[in-house]
């Protein structure tokens, strides 16, 4: 509000502030001449306990989706955001033993998957099976997963979804405030800490700024029967900053982060001859055992990821428009096992990506809103000379445009979007025997679209359609790799005859919902990728490295098809049970057979149990969580031939936990404690690349405690 006070003097006043619902508020105040003067108040918490908005405005886009907001990211706290995804459903991950993973969104995963890290595009070398995301989830305020392609906004790539990772919006009010995160896990004896500080100044509101950092430290984890895995120590270390203005009709932020990482590569997986694969394989423990240790030997990867973002927007008589830069640079190095040791890498991988968007969106007009805008990326990739050739050095641009408009009016929403990208590779690749380099040039382009419909029958009911097409260009590790992929333990060749995949896909939703007592979800997809490109087996060889599994680039056409089911019942205010299954089906239409390694059917089902005990101990809850995964039976008629074993059987896991509020001197600290496979259950995952040579994780508790501090200053 405005207040007026008139025929005061130039000097020092005491200025008394009272409302309803605000704290009673003194502050000094010096008058030096006639104008405006800003005074912020706090809303009172006796009186102001709870607000609730709801909009059926549209933020995003009409497509199936899901949310980790911070609640669901703190509950996990300490976790990859891989693992952390696999409470979505439909969801699953892709894995090299229990440190890397990557999150598998119906069946589709790698570069197929887009990540945006604060609404930037992630590059870092997400075409391996072991290249888990370079992305610190302490930086994260909420994750968001779409479902389904989602070309038109994000780009080429996005074929089978999108992974938005969001920070927290600033303090708006001015003060410090922050979280320290502390976590420890049982298992592989890993801590895990996060501290996290941010500031408003009261004299410049406009202005804030934010900073966070993190470690992980995990020795080696064990499996059923006490028996540690060689070689699967973890070490992080992160750091991200945000700076941030924001005036009236304009501002601007700044962002960095820095993700470091070492993670060890289960020495078993890497053998000398086909008796020694055989023997791995065929054996029900590890070949390779070790005492527990945090030390990480050979083989093992190093990785570092930096990100660099500014942003500026500038609201006019058109719209907001927005501005965005950012540099990535990702440097991987993979050691492999030597007889003697040397201390240098195999491998040096640099990729270096500058990227710009321009935004606008445009004020409303009748009932129509929407964006419009244009992309550029140019990315540098180089290995170090002398090194494991694994894949080239490739320059890479590329650009785009695109529009999306939404039309609302009543219970409908209908939205249409177009797009228009172009790609050019040049790569450079090392052949003969003299390994000199053969120039390679490659253009792609391709448009893409969606068209989706949502409709409210009623308070309780609303369905919604999408219909997309997307498409993806060859990258360079499937058209020209060349060797052993270390951290796959395999040797993977690549086929420079590859052609763009093309994807058309429908999605159907509909959800029924009761307030506070019942929510039912239900998802239809289905998906036809022309020219699919995936890794299929081929014969052993023996290299001077050892004895590996070769895989082959190949295309085919495929159809992906399945849904996703979630329900969830609130029996009263304190218990609630929820359950889900996500069931898939995936097709080579050529061969007129299943496609190799794709996600078993898997169902759960969960209850939890919410109370307080006092005003010093709230939030109390109880949980109980149980996982089924069915065995893949859906393989190819030659599965015997080109891999083996056979997938592994279903397995039931449980998952129980329990946390509370603590309030000492108005200090809320959030405890929680959480055991995953507390049976204990010996088992292997067909989505697992390790799968041939050891079993997963057995019983792990983790202890984790929050600690959230605020302190608001009005004068500073």
């Known amino acids: 509000g405005i207040a007026t006070l008139e025929q005061l003097c130039p000097g020092r006043y005491t200025i008394h502030l009272h409302s309803y619902e605000t704290e009673d508020t003194t502050l000094p105040l010096t008058i030096t001449k006639s104008g405006l003067y800003r005074l912020q108040l706090q809303h009172s918490d006796k009186v102001l306990h709870q607000i609730v908005v709801k909009s059926r405005k549209e933020q995003g886009l009409l497509q199936s989706q899901d949310q980790l907001d911070h609640s669901a990211l703190q509950q996990n706290a300490g976790k990859t955001i891989s693992e952390m995804l696999k409470n979505v459903n439909g969801v699953t991950t892709l894995n090299n033993g229990a440190t890397i993973s990557k999150p598998v969104i119906h069946g589709l995963h790698s570069n197929r998957i887009l990540m945006l890290n604060n609404g930037i595009r992630q590059e870092d070398q997400q075409w391996g099976s072991e290249h888990a995301p370079n992305i610190d989830p302490f930086v994260a305020g909420k994750i968001t997963v779409l479902k389904g392609a989602a070309g038109v906004r994000y780009g080429t790539d996005a074929i089978g979804g999108v992974l938005l990772a969001e920070p927290e919006p600033i ?90 990482n070492t993670l060890g590569v289960y020495s078993g997986s890497h053998t000398g001859n086909q008796q020694d694969l055989e023997r791995a394989i065929n054996s029900p423990l590890p070949l390779v055992q070790a005492p527990f240790t945090y030390k990480i030997g050979r083989p093992r990867q190093e990785v570092t990821h930096d990100l660099a973002k500014l942003k500026a927007y500038r609201e006019n008589k058109w719209g907001v428009w927005n501005l965005t830069y950012a540099f990535q640079r990702n440097f991987r190095q993979e050691y492999d096992v030597l007889r003697v040791e040397n201390g240098e890498p195999q491998l040096n991988l640099t990729l270096n990506t500058h990227s710009v968007n321009l935004n606008l969106d445009h004020k409303k007009i009748g009932n129509i809103t929407g964006q419009a805008g244009i992309d550029a990326q140019y990315q540098h990739n180089t290995f170090k000379t002398g090194d494991r050739v ?327």
């Open 171 to 260: 303090r708006a009010d001015a003060g410090w405030g922050g979280e320290l995160n502390l976590a420890a896990f049982s298992n592989n004896r890993m801590g895990v800490a996060s501290v996290m500080a941010e500031h408003r100044s009261a004299r410049h509101p406009e202005f804030s700024f934010r900073v966070q950092a993190s470690a992980k430290q995990g020795g080696n984890y064990s499996i059923p029967g006490g028996i540690y895995v060689a070689n699967s120590g973890v070490q992080e270390r992160n750091f991200s900053a945000i700076a941030n203005y924001r005036g009236v009709h304009s501002g601007a932020e700044f962002f960095f982060s820095h993700f470091g």
């Open 390 to 716: 694994f894949i080239p050095s490739y320059y890479s641009f590329g650009t785009a445009a695109y529009l999306i408009e939404r039309y609302v009016r009543n219970n409908w929403t209908i939205e249409a979007g177009a797009r228009y990208d172009y790609k050019h590779f040049e790569l450079y690749n090392p052949e003969g025997v003299r390994l000199q380099n053969v120039r390679y040039l490659f253009d792609y382009s391709n448009p893409s679209a969606t068209l989706a419909v949502k409709h409210r029958l009623n308070q309780h009911w609303e369905w919604s359609a999408t219909l997309a097409n997307a498409w993806r260009a060859p990258q360079a590790p499937e058209l020209f790799s060349a060797g052993l992929h270390q951290g796959g333990a395999r040797i993977e060749l690549g086929n420079k005859n590859l052609v763009p995949e093309k994807s058309y896909s429908l999605n159907l939703g509909s959800t029924y919902e009761i307030e506070n007592k019942l929510r039912l979800d239900v998802a239809l997809y289905g998906q036809n990728i022309r020219d699919f490109i995936y890794l299929t087996p081929g014969p052993d060889v023996l290299t001077i490295r050892g004895y590996y599994k070769t895989f082959n680039y190949v295309q085919t056409d495929a159809l992906l098809y399945g849904t996703d089911i979630s329900a969830t019942y609130h029996w009263n205010e304190h218990f609630s049970s929820e359950a889900k299954a996500a069931l898939l089906r995936a097709r080579d239409q050529v061969r007129k057979d299943w496609l190799i390694l794709m996600p078993s059917d898997r169902f759960a089902a969960g209850s939890k149990y919410s109370f307080a005990i006092s005003e010093q101990l709230k939030e109390c809850y109880l949980e109980l969580h149980a996982d089924y995964v069915l065995q893949q039976t859906r393989i190819p008629a030659n599965f015997d031939q080109v891999d083996h074993p056979r997938p592994p059987a279903a397995y039931f896991l449980l998952q129980a936990e329990a946390g509370l509020q603590i309030v000492c001197r108005r200090q809320p600290l959030f405890c929680s404690v959480v055991a995953n496979n507390i049976l204990n259950t010996k088992y292997r995952d067909y989505m697992d690349v390790f799968r041939y040579f050891i079993d997963q994780p057995g019983t792990n508790i983790a202890v984790r405690l929050r600690v959230p501090f605020n302190y608001q200053n009005l004068n500073h």
